[in-house]
């Protein structure tokens, strides 16, 4: 693989139209104003633990169904899954409702591979929009195998939070 470093006028071109406000919206402006997700990109939420992060990664997902007609897997390893699946239903109204548009699957991941696989299926088979990963820790063990939040990955935790 050959890297090739964006020359000078590449540079300031995309710098010139880059839009910070290009995205889909979710519909709810204090939020909007901030920020916006668009398709194949990456999004990280980070914040202290028990600040809401699952909460408002359940409302996002609802708000861009209702704005965009999105649906979002949720891959959410701490929570459990009827937990989720009300929480879900109760942004909807309705468990009918709020299953057209969240996808959960019932799954033991045992590495990055199988969230991968995970993902292009529910991409594939339910035209999924959107991924939420609930949380870091569950990435770092498929891909190490561990996590030691008291240990060598104490670094890694201290990096991801927002203090």
């Known amino acids: 693989m050959s890297f090739k470093r964006l020359d000078k006028d ?32 990456l999004t990280t939420l980070v914040a202290t633990p028990a600040s809401g992060k699952s909460t408002f990664t359940n409302f996002y997902g609802y708000r861009m169904s209702i704005n965009n007609n999105w649906k979002t897997l949720y891959i959410a390893t701490e929570t459990p899954q009827d937990r989720q699946c009300r929480m879900l239903s109760i942004l909807f109204n309705s468990a009918a409702k709020a299953s057209e548009f969240s996808v959960l699957y019932d799954y033991d991941l045992s590495d990055w591979n199988d969230l991968l696989m995970m993902i292009k299926d529910a991409k594939k088979t339910y035209g999924v929009d959107m991924v939420v990963i609930d949380n870091f820790t569950m990435l770092h063990v498929l891909i190490y195998g561990s996590f030691d939040i008291y240990g060598k990955d104490k670094g890694i935790v201290r990096n991801f939070q927002i203090v």
């Open 10 to 41: 590449k540079f300031i071109k995309a710098a010139k139209e880059y839009n910070a406000f290009d995205g889909y919206k979710c519909g709810v402006k204090s939020i909007d104003d901030i920020m916006r997700i668009d398709k194949q990109t």
